[in-house]
Every structure is written in structure tokens, then in C-alpha cells.
């Protein structure tokens, strides 16, 4: 669905880095862990919510 507000695992706030992160990911255009250094998120359990993240508002949308 939509990236989670906070981290599951330590609270910290990562929605706000979601859309520069995606834009500057996009189709292999920069590394995601450069990326990530330069936004500011340097906790293990951030960076995995970010990385691993898949957005699929498009795809269940149709069916609400």
C-alpha cells in the first residue's frame, strides 16, 4: 500500500523521504544506499522499510 509513516521498529519518521527516494531510484539511476546516506536515513531498519517497500495503491484501488 502506502509507505508507512514511521518505521515499524524504531519509530523513527521515514514517509517524509519516500518520493525523493523513488524519484532518484527510479529504473536504476542512482544507488538506493547513496541515496539513502544523503537523505539522512542511516538506521538498518529504516533503510529496509525504504528498500523493500513496493507501492500498490494503483493495483488495489480498483477493487475498494
Known amino acids: 500500500m502506502m509507505i508507512p509513516v514511521r518505521c515499524f521498529?524504531?519509530?523513527?519518521?521515514v514517509g517524509e523521504h519516500w518520493e525523493e527516494?523513488?524519484?532518484r531510484t527510479?529504473?536504476?539511476?542512482?544507488d538506493p544506499?547513496?541515496?539513502l546516506d544523503e537523505l539522512?536515513?542511516?538506521r538498518h531498519c529504516c533503510r529496509r522499510m525504504m528498500v523493500s517497500h513496493r507501492d500498490l495503491v494503483d493495483?488495489?484501488?480498483p477493487y475498494q
Not at 527510479?26 to 542512482?30: A, L
Open 26 to 30: 527510479r529504473e536504476g539511476e542512482e
Open 21 to 23: 527516494f523513488e524519484e
Open 33 to 35: 544506499g547513496e541515496v
Open 9 to 13: 521498529t524504531c519509530g523513527n519518521v
Open 59 to 61: 493495483v488495489v484501488s
Open 40 to 42: 539522512g536515513v542511516n
